[in-house]
């Protein structure tokens, strides 16, 4: 069974670079074919896709945040991380870790999240 | 502000059918891109229903069914219980985005 867990500060100042790692288990990040991606939810709303990080090491970025980004892979830790820059108190929110299916475009396994807060 | 249109709500008492829609245009699920659903239990993660239009993934129970007609999908879940009050979203591909992963608004079902 794959299972992915995310780790990292839960507490970002206003400006700074938030980082968060997703540690998983039960399978190989460098499995071809297969994306393994971050998404966010703010408190009380909806999701949006941050990125993706394919085995091959091609990254896609939602174009919104896309200038801010950097989604990277550690295939000897069998982790990915997630580096979001200058962040703003509108990037508080729970952050999921999830692999993506190649192909077909969506999410099949998700880490539990981890709420990250940027005090205003 | 997402492209995937869904109701805020829907309710309906045990064993009752309810259907969630998702609007979207010609640039994603009116373009033939699939159209996935997942449940979100309060304080979880989300987790896949619905892959590809209409597949469950297994365990999912067949009381949730999927299907996509024109610019819209559908979820149904038929026969409601007490533990499917949870907030569900649809999700696409956008090319006019350049949105791997578009998801819809979310709609909270309510279990009366």
Redesign the interface.
Known sequence: QVQLQESGPGLVKSSETLSLICSVSGYSVSTSGYYW?W?RQPPGK????IG?IHQSGNT?Y??SLKSRVTISTDTSKNQFALKLSSVTAADTAVY?CAR??PG??????????TLVTVPS | Q?VLTQPPSVSGAPGQRVTISCTGSSSNIGAG??V?W?QQLPG?????LI??NNNR?SGVPDRFSGSTSGTSASLVISGLQAGDDADY?C???DNS??????????TKVTVL
Request: proline share 6%.
């Open positions: 991606g998404i909806g999701l949006e896709w993706n896609y939602n174009p999921y993506g299916r077909i475009v969506y999410f099949d396994f998700w880490g539990q999240g | 997402s891109y699939n996935h997942y979880t993660a989300p987790k896949l892959y590809a993934p979203y999700q696409s591909y985005l350049s949105v791997f992963y578009v998801f819809g608004t979310g």
